[in-house]
Nanobody, 124 residues
């Protein structure tokens, strides 16, 4: 079992920045690939970014490339999502997720564990 706890959400003006954190715990949590997803009201949960646990390979949705950065601190078992140049359409609940196996890193069905989510609101 892997437990994931997100933090860092809040209210920010358009053009601003936020950094989300996801603390992972569990016996093998350090060997899971990690991802961030978001879900706005009335919309499906969509992929934002992912990172492999064993090499610094990252993946991004086209909509956030160049503005969002995913990173990890293995010593702290924590994954971060640095969000810059935020736009109002980025407002959503952001979820951290973990998966054991590689594949389509943007597929939410392949993630086995999920956090409870953290709200991000970007005002115009």
């Amino acid at each position: 079992q892997v437990q994931l706890v997100e933090s860092g959400g809040g209210l920010v003006q358009a053009g601003g920045s936020l950094r989300l954190s996801c603390a992972a715990s569990g016996s093998t949590s350090s060997s899971y690939h990690m991802g961030w997803f978001r879900q706005a009201p009335g919309k499906e949960r969509e992929f934002v970014a992912a990172i492999r646990w064993n090499i610094p390979r990252t993946y991004y949705a086209d909509s956030v490339k160049g503005r969002f950065t995913i990173s990890s601190d293995k010593a702290k078992n924590t994954v971060y999502l640095q969000m810059d140049s935020l736009k109002p359409e980025a407002s959503a609940v952001y979820y951290c997720a973990a998966r054991r196996f590689l594949g389509n890193m943007s597929s939410r069905d392949d993630y086995e564990y999920w956090g409870q989510g953290t709200q991000v609101t970007v005002s115009s």
